[in-house]
Structures are given as structure tokens and as C-alpha cells.
């Protein structure tokens, strides 16, 4: 089955201890991104990746890190998380850089960081 | 900046009835565009798109319009199941910027028995 495997659904952190979001593929997409989803906001583009060691700032990057050494893995990394960053976060997949026919996304991770 | 949006927040449409999500946008470059359904718990899901160059786009159930005359974009489904209810966004892209899109914030389209 396709799909975009996003680690994990849930998180709650403190401020300031590193974390990883882990995002995994299994449809060979080259672009992969990362959103996250504020009410009244919309989703957000953080960062995007059009193919492996390829990664772009999307609209929101400050305070988040990347890293794309496998095509089909794509980690979100908040070096030092702050209480601003409490947010819903999606990975997505597509054939191109466009999320639209054939994109996936993953399911969320609702991370809270106090 | 030039942004996406929606008419109405929330929606309310007896079972049956054909539901339609109005999305406003005001970028003139802006030359494609995606609709999207986010049910509760679930990350979006691609639903239809459609082409600057078309005016509209049917699927299964569902009928997309674009009106680039006064920027207006809808999605309408026809006969309207419970499996409908969602939050539906639409977003666009800029032709001068092929790596952007931009969404939406949502209506929520709430079924009635």
C-alpha cells in the first residue's frame, strides 16, 4: 500500500530538548516536504526536498532542520523547540514538486511543546 | 500578499443534497489549483485539480469550476454522503513560482442526517 509514515503521532516536549520527526515513503517520490497546520493559518510549507542531499526553505523554516540522505526518508529536526512551534505537522510525497494528483500525505504529528 | 481563502467556514448540507465550497483567490499568475479533503485525524487528501486553461473538471462525485474572470474556484459534490464530512481547502500555485503552493484554511462541510 503507498503511503507516507510520519514518527510519531503525538509528542509532548519541553522547551528546548532536541527533537526528530521522522517521515518515510514507500512510492519512490523524489520531492518530499514538510508542512505544519495552525488554525486560522492553513498549512504551511517549513521545508522541501526535490531529491536526495536536496533540500529548499520553504515559508516557515526558522527553528527547523532537515536532512535527506535517503530518497525515502526525510526527518523534521527542532534543534531547540519552543512553545511557538506547538503545532500539527505533515509530511508529504509527490512525483513532482507540485502536492497535487498522485501527492501523499502523512497522517500528523501533534506535537506540544511546554 | 496575495493569499487563498474562503467564503464560508462552516457548511451544513442534508445528506443527498449537493454540497458547494466556494474559494476565492487573487494572484492572476496563479495557473493551477487543487483541491484538498482533511478528515478528522487524517493528513489532507487529494481530491481534484484543475488547469488555468480549463473551466472545469469532473471526477467521480465531484465537479470542480474555475472562473478566472473574477478569480473564483468551487468544488461541488454531488449527493452528499456522511463520508463527506471533512474539512475541505483549496490551494493554488503561481506559475512564476513552480515550487509554491498555497492553501487555504478550510470549510468544514458538516453532513445532516
Known amino acids: 500500500e503507498a503511503q507516507v509514515t510520519q514518527n510519531p503521532r503525538y509528542l509532548i516536549t519541553v522547551t528546548g530538548k532536541k527533537l526528530t520527526v521522522t517521515c518515510s515513503q514507500n512510492m519512490n517520490h523524489e520531492y518530499m516536504s514538510w508542512y505544519r497546520q495552525d488554525p486560522g493559518l492553513g498549512l504551511r510549507q517549513i521545508y522541501y526536498?526535490?531529491?536526495?542531499?536536496?533540500?529548499d526553505k520553504g515559508d516557515v523554516p526558522e527553528g527547523y532542520k532537515v536532512s535527506r540522505k535517503e530518497k525515502r526518508n526525510f526527518p523534521l529536526i527542532l534543534e531547540s523547540p519552543s512553545p511557538n512551534q506547538t503545532s500539527l505537522y505533515f509530511c508529504?510525497?509527490?512525483?513532482?514538486?507540485?502536492?497535487?494528483?498522485?501527492?501523499?500525505f502523512g497522517q500528523g504529528t501533534r506535537l506540544t511543546v511546554v | 500578499g496575495e493569499s487563498v481563502g474562503l467564503h464560508l467556514p462552516t457548511l451544513s448540507v442534508q445528506e443527498g443534497d449537493n454540497s458547494i465550497i466556494n474559494c476565492a483567490y487573487s494572484n492572476s499568475a496563479s495557473d493551477y489549483f487543487i483541491w484538498y479533503k482533511q478528515e478528522s485525524g487524517k493528513g489532507p487528501q487529494f481530491i481534484i485539480d484543475?488547469?488555468?486553461?480549463?473551466d472545469k473538471r469532473q471526477g467521480q462525485r465531484v465537479t470542480v469550476l474555475l472562473n478566472k474572470t473574477v478569480k473564483h474556484l468551487s468544488l461541488q459534490i454531488a449527493a452528499t454522503q456522511p463520508g463527506d464530512s471533512a474539512v475541505y481547502f483549496c490551494a493554488e500555485n503561481d506559475r512564476n513560482r513552480d515550487d509554491k503552493i498555497i492553501f487555504g484554511k478550510g470549510t468544514r462541510l458538516h453532513i445532516l442526517p
Open positions: 508529504a510525497s509527490s512525483l513532482s514538486r507540485l502536492p497535487g494528483r498522485g501527492a501523499f
Open positions: 484543475i488547469r488555468s486553461n480549463m
Open positions: 526536498s526535490m531529491n536526495v542531499e536536496v533540500t
